[in-house]
């Protein structure tokens, strides 16, 4: 995983083993506002969810797909978690 960071957000870049059944690219995003307010928007774009908000060990995340069917993950990170 590489990890880019700044004060309002965010990008990490995943690697998968060649002949994983995934996709070959995966995006995550770091976001800077509680995830409901995202999936609200996201949703009244006319997004359907991939996954719905889950605990991770970091924070929260929850996955959407793109209009080319690639998925993103959008995480809310809980700063308190990775100390």
């Known amino acids: 995983t590489t990890l880019f960071r700044s004060d309002t957000g965010g990008l990490a870049l995943h690697y998968l083993p060649p002949d994983s059944p995934a996709?070959?690219?995966?995006?995550s995003l770091e976001s800077g506002e509680?995830?409901?307010n995202v999936v609200a928007r996201l949703r009244s774009a006319g997004y359907e969810l991939a996954s719905a908000i889950v605990d991770e060990a970091f924070g929260r995340s929850f996955t959407v797909r793109d209009p080319e069917g690639l998925l993103i993950q959008v995480n809310e990170h809980d700063r308190d978690l990775q100390r």
């Open 23 to 27: 996709p070959t690219v995966e995006l």
């Open 34 to 36: 509680p995830l409901e």
